[in-house]
């Protein structure tokens, strides 16, 4: 038991990054990514024992995260609107403006997406491939497809203001 705990400890330390990413996209207040952040580690302890594929645990993170906030805002039911866009890491930032994007403006047009939308560019952005996220989601690489190109058509217009 302790070997298990303590390297449940081990991949909690490397890969709540993860968890942090989804609770960004998911979640506008800090209060709000604090407590999911809490229920995304209670629900991965729980599920730890069940983990059989050690290679895949970037993306068995990335189920239960999105997992655990699709239920919370839906329990939940309720929408946080908020003036502003939660603080970001200087390495995020640097990114997008390596790339010419106003991360801000990312966030809140990441915002406007549904919830399955949201997850789904998410891991795009994190460059899974279509049949990775359509494991981690639970829908068809097809469906994947489609919705990316969706979304793509939902940013593009929301950016250029068409």
Not at 25 to 43: A, G, H, L, P
Not at 122 to 138: F, H, P, Q, T, V
Not at 140 to 152: M, Q, S
Request: with cysteine; aromatic share 8%; proline share 1%.
């Amino acid at each position: 038991m302790k070997q298990s705990h303590e390297d449940f400890l081990r991949i909690l330390s490397d890969y709540q990054g993860i968890i942090h990413k989804v609770n960004l996209i998911y979640f506008k207040t800090v209060t709000d990514r604090e407590d999911n952040f809490q229920e995304v580690v209670y629900n991965l302890w729980k599920s730890f024992s069940t983990l059989k594929d050690k290679e895949k645990i970037g993306s068995w993170i990335y189920a239960v995260a999105i997992n655990t906030s699709i239920t919370k805002i839906r329990k939940d039911c309720r929408v946080v609107l908020v003036e502003s866009v939660p603080e970001t890491s200087d390495a995020d930032e640097q990114d997008c403006i390596e790339q010419g994007i106003d991360f801000q403006q990312l966030l809140e047009m990441l915002h406007s997406l549904n919830e399955i939308d949201r997850s789904i560019m998410l891991l795009y952005m994190e460059e899974y491939s279509y049949n990775e996220i359509a494991e981690i989601l639970g829908i068809t690489p097809t469906n994947v497809g489609v919705r990316i190109n969706r979304a793509k058509k939902q940013l593009k217009s929301s950016l250029t203001g068409k």
